[in-house]
């Protein structure tokens, strides 16, 4: 046990003879500050949301950006940056607590905005996509791990469905409202307004209303019914451990999707001249569901197999990404879209789910961070995949590529996963 863990160990019973109480495990339990933290997650997601539908006419409007790999190099740069910051939130929480990350991953966040309306290059933009990757990370990462710790076992699915299903409401309801407020009064500055606002309000809730969870996890650490702990988290949680590495890869392939559809469905769209307020409905319609969708999945996957609820939702992925390039009309988009969605929330809740429980209570963050870090280079490497591919062969190429992926993923799944449980 390292020296922050003993720490933990030490603080959890000195709170335990003050109050002479245990810290209890449990939604019911801890709902107030398990509500705050959902809260906290949708401003999360609201900063994500800011550039998701508006980015490639804000790029050809204010910096004449007309190649798709350029244009893209924002996504790898979110992706690596977000991906590092996953890897080393979990480490850094167990040294300075999670709440510590939470309110720097705020601070980091607050040139973002400043950036996009005043910068005098690409370069910039590009630099302020760094920045907001290690605030997604820090913040994503530290309320995903706050929200686990608080509930227990027993409701973790559920525990991410709602957390995810705030994250990406908000992205898309953000994700409309830029373009909206981009389509009647300009591409920028105005949209941007909003990050700092946002930005605002995430660290204040964060500084002065959000409760360390060390001493949960000391809690859990303590039960008698803990996993062995990992002996190499990094190989384990990557590709040794079945069920950790079969999961690994499909976050990776799964957000390696993401980006191409971030990236490309607006290109696409713009090209079969859809409205900008129709790009961002339908490009707002995927999170959207994506979000509302977790609540049920996050709880399905309490109940019914992980391993399942995995392949499908990445099947429905490659198949809805397959049938992309064939669409035209708008309702043809819309249930793409939807179908996008639907297959994400089935697989994203479960992913954070699956790694909790076959991980050691004093492992779990780490093991979390380290999927994260894997899942978000799915960003990175989907965006340079997507850009490159996009740019020699043809967008249809492209996201041809992206589905054969996707579906070679499901059945990673399939054949690498050991079936249990509902717990498995």
Request: charge should be positive; glycine fraction near 8%; charged fraction near 10%.
């Amino acid at each position: 046990m390292s020296l922050s863990e003993r720490l933990g160990c030490i603080y959890f019973t000195a709170m335990r003879q003050k109050s002479n109480q245990p810290v209890q495990l449990g939604l019911k339990q801890n709902l107030r500050q398990f509500i705050l933290l959902i809260i906290v997650n949708a401003f999360v997601g609201a900063m994500i949301g800011i550039e998701r539908s508006i980015l490639p006419e804000f790029a050809a409007a204010k910096f004449n950006i007309a190649s798709t790999a350029v244009l893209l190099s924002f996504i790898v740069i979110f992706g690596i940056s977000k991906a590092i910051a996953n890897y080393f939130s979990g480490f850094l929480a167990a040294q300075y607590t999670r709440k510590k990350i939470l309110v720097w991953g705020w601070i980091i966040a607050f040139p973002v905005p400043v950036i996009f309306i005043y910068a005098p290059s690409w370069s910039w933009i590009v630099f302020a996509n760094v920045l907001l990757g290690i605030h997604q990370g820090f913040t994503w990462s530290s309320t995903v791990a706050m929200k686990i710790d608080l509930v227990g076992q027993k409701n973790r699915g559920f525990a991410m469905g709602l957390n995810e299903f705030a994250g990406y409401i908000a992205v898309a309801m953000m994700a409309f409202l830029t373009a909206f407020i981009a389509d009647h009064y300009g591409i920028f500055p105005y949209p941007f307004y909003l990050g700092i606002l946002v930005a605002c309000i995430g660290l204040a809730l964060s500084v002065f209303f959000v409760q360390d969870t060390g001493a949960f996890v000391a809690s859990e650490a303590t039960s008698l019914n803990q996993l062995p702990r990992l002996k190499n988290i990094f190989l384990e949680t990557t590709f040794k451990n079945r069920q950790l590495g079969a999961v690994t890869q499909a976050g990776l392939v799964n957000n390696l999707n993401d980006g191409m559809i971030w990236g490309l469905l607006p290109i696409i769209l713009a090209k079969k001249h859809f409205e900008l307020v129709d790009v961002g409905i339908i490009t707002s319609i995927y999170p959207a569901v994506w979000g509302l969708s977790q609540i049920i999945t996050g709880k399905l996957a309490d109940m019914v197999s992980k391993k399942g609820l995995l392949f499908w939702g990445m099947l429905l992925q490659a198949l809805a990404i397959f049938v992309l390039t064939l669409a035209n009309s708008y309702a043809e988009m819309v249930m793409i879209s939807t179908a996008l969605g639907i297959g994400t929330a089935m697989v994203y809740p479960t992913f954070l789910a699956t790694i909790s429980n076959n991980t050691h209570a004093l492992d779990r963050g780490k093991s979390l961070g380290i999927f994260r870090f894997w899942r978000d280079s799915g960003y990175a490497i989907g965006a340079v995949i997507t850009g490159i591919t996009a740019d020699h062969l043809g967008v249809n190429a492209s996201v041809m590529l992206i589905g054969i992926l996707t579906l070679l993923s499901a059945f990673f799944i399939l054949f690498r996963m050991k079936t249990f449980s509902a717990l498995d």
